[in-house]
C-alpha cells in the first residue's frame, strides 16, 4: 500500500461517527483544517492514550482552526463507549471494512508478540481548509502525537 500524495487533495470519505451521524472530509472544506488519525482499536492502551492527548488539546487545535478524526475499524456502537469512558470531545469514525484505510494506504501486514495479521498501520494525515494533503505523520508516539500534531500546525498552516 502507499499513501496518497502530498501536494494533491486529500481521498474523500464519509463515514459513520460514534453516535451514527455521517461525517465528510468535504464537510470542514473552506472552514477547518483536518487531522486524520488512524488507530488500531478503542479503548486499547496506546490508542487510549492518543485520544486522551487530543481531548486535552482539542481547545489549542481549535484556536488553530483544526478539527480532529479519529478512525478506526470498530463500529460506532465501540466509539460511543470508547468516548463516554475516556470523556472524548472530538468525533471517531467507523472504518469497518477499513476501505477509507484502504484509500490511505495504512491498512497492512502488521506483526505483534510474534504473530501477523492485517490491521491499521498507525498513522496521521495534516489536510488544510483546501482539502489538500499536506502531510503525513507515519511514525506515531501515542505519548507524545498530541504535541507533535500541534507543533506541526503551529509552524507549517
Not at 459513520?16 to 492502551?45: H, M, R
Not at 505483534?112 to 489536510?127: C, D, H
Request: proline share 4%; aromatic share 12%; hydrophobic share 40%.
Amino acid at each position: 500500500m502507499t499513501f496518497p500524495a502530498i501536494g494533491k487533495l486529500a481521498p474523500a470519505f464519509t463515514l459513520q461517527n460514534q453516535a451514527g451521524e455521517n461525517v465528510s472530509l468535504k464537510d470542514f472544506k473552506g472552514k477547518k483544517n483536518v487531522v486524520i488519525y488512524f488507530y488500531p482499536k478503542a479503548s486499547t492502551p496506546g490508542c487510549t492514550t492518543q485520544a486522551c492527548g487530543i481531548r486535552d488539546t482539542k481547545t489549542e487545535l481549535a484556536n488553530l482552526d483544526t478539527v480532529v478524526l479519529g478512525i478506526s475499524p470498530d463500529n460506532p456502537k465501540k466509539l460511543q463507549k470508547f468516548i463516554d469512558k475516556y470523556d472524548l470531545n472530538f468525533d471517531l469514525l467507523a472504518d469497518e471494512d477499513h476501505a477509507v484505510a484502504e484509500k490511505y494506504g495504512v491498512w497492512g501486514l502488521k506483526k505483534f508478540m510474534g504473530r501477523e495479521f492485517m490491521g491499521i498501520l498507525r498513522t496521521s494525515f495534516f489536510v488544510d481548509k483546501n482539502g489538500c494533503l499536506r502531510y503525513i505523520m507515519s511514525k506515531v508516539n501515542t505519548k507524545t502525537h498530541d504535541q507533535e500534531v500541534i507543533a506541526y500546525i503551529k509552524e507549517h498552516f
